[in-house]
């Protein structure tokens, strides 16, 4: 009811905030979508991007979720190899050879999910111009932002200029807040991406729990010390 979406846009509009603030990414809560956890984030995000038969580039080692995502509407998953002898590093010129005509979008993950990995800015821009380049689409998968060691630093590739509408950048409050169970994700990117992605919501979830969103607002706004700590 109208009770949920006054707290719906109330969450956006502090997520909106905390991206401007943490990852550099200007968005109105209009390019803004609240999950059901970053799962549904990402899923929504291949319906709307991807067609059957089209190409989805995937790391390998990866997320558990993306291939099969990807499978369930008949695209075609495409392994980027990453290698344990190399830190599991993404080299653009790998990523380049496995494009082809029906490459739709790229998958990054960063910090990655299992690796560890953590994405240069360098090597995230070559990825960006690939982008630019191939005219693709880039999901960045960024749910373990804050679990950062050893001085590594997280850039959001969603940050850089002209890059608006070619990312979509998919967050959770699961693993920076230890909300697993509540179920609150989101995804920002362009706002006609994001308007589709609402269609098919409508069809999935409806909405993300009204108590968890409470939550989320409340996260957003008081806990950067327990973060931190």
Known sequence: GRNEKNWNRLLREEIAKKLKRDNEIDAKPEEIIVTCGS????????????????????????????????????????????????????HPETLKKSITRKTKLIIINTPSNPTGTVLSKKVLEEIADIA???????????????????????????????????????????????????????????????????????????????FAQLAAVEALKNSSNYVKM
């Open 132 to 210: 630019v380049e191939k005219n693709l689409m880039i999901m960045s998968d960024e749910a373990y932002e804050k679990l950062i060691y050893d001085n590594s630093k997280h850039v959001s590739i969603g940050s850089f200029n002209g890059m608006e509408d070619r990312v979509v950048t998919i967050q959770s409050f699961s693993k920076t807040y230890a909300m697993c169970g509540f179920r609150v994700g989101y995804a920002v990117g362009n706002e006609d991406l994001i308007r589709e992605m609402k269609e098919f919501k409508i069809c999935t979830t409806l909405s993300a729990p009204t």
């Open 39 to 90: 799962k549904e984030a990402i899923l929504l995000s291949v319906l709307a991007l991807v067609n059957p038969r089209e190409e989805v580039i995937v790391p390998d080692p990866g997320y558990v979720a993306y291939r099969p995502i990807v499978e369930l509407i008949d695209g075609v998953s495409k392994s980027l190899p990453l290698r344990e002898d190399d830190d599991f590093e993404v």
